[in-house]
């Protein structure tokens, strides 16, 4: 068994242990003939690619078969948990991408960051924050097929991961998509098998 370190993302105040991607998010009003309530918004959250994470030398894919979410998945601006956006209604998981669905419920000046910026124009990116239970390396050569791709080793593959949040960003780490996503990592106590 082999043992690594902590995944952590590129992004600024990013917790120990996130991995980050891109996707698309999409902020819409509330419905009804009033408008009142929160905002929805849409994120494709994970295109099922692999992810460059900072203080990994391999890259890293999330197998979304084995992806499992807590009750409540909290939505921040930048990994920050203080700046609290909303939170997740609905998630999609069909084994080759994640789409999250939710509110902007959190009564908080990030809320009005995110509104304002995507009433502006702006294009955020999500970020996934999910922490693996189970790596797994493929070996350098060795393919695996991992959310409907093929994937050539050396790699990492997260077999079971637990989906806890996500997170508005400016950009993150997947240019497939235009939202950034990010996942937790395993602490580094955690064991790495091979494949």
Same mark, same amino acid.
């Given at each position: 068994?082999?043992?690594?370190? #902590? ?8 917790p120990p242990d996130i991995i980050a991607m891109t996707a698309d998010v999409t902020i819409t009003a509330a419905e009804g003939d ?11 959250? +994970? ?8 203080? +990994? ?59 304002? /910026? ?13 922490? #693996? ?26 077999r079971r991961s637990l989906l806890g949040g996500f997170a508005f960003l400016s950009h993150g780490a997947d240019e497939d998509t ?5 996942? /937790?990592?395993?602490? /580094? /106590? ?6």
């Amino acid at each position: 068994m082999l043992k690594l370190r #902590p995944l952590r993302a590129a992004a600024t105040k990013t917790p120990p242990d996130i991995i980050a991607m891109t996707a698309d998010v999409t902020i819409t009003a509330a419905e009804g003939d009033q408008k009142k309530g929160p905002r929805h918004f849409d994120v494709v959250a +994970y295109t099922g690619g692999k992810l460059i994470v900072a203080g +990994y030398d391999l890259p890293v894919v999330v197998d979304l078969k084995g992806l499992t979410a807590r009750r409540s998945i909290v939505a921040n601006l930048d990994h920050d948990r203080k700046s609290r956006v909303g939170h997740v209604t609905a998630r999609h998981n069909d084994g080759k991408t994640l789409r999250l669905e939710g509110l902007a419920s959190a009564a908080t000046s990030a809320r009005d960051e995110v509104v304002a /910026s995507a009433d502006d124009g702006f294009q955020w990116q999500a970020s996934i924050e999910a922490a #693996p239970q189970k790596l797994v390396k493929i070996a350098a050569g060795k393919t695996v097929d991992v959310n409907g791709q093929t994937f050539v080793g050396p790699i990492l593959v997260a077999r079971r991961s637990l989906l806890g949040g996500f997170a508005f960003l400016s950009h993150g780490a997947d240019e497939d998509t235009s939202v950034t996503i990010a996942a /937790s990592a395993a602490d /580094s /106590s955690k064991e790495v098998s091979m494949e």
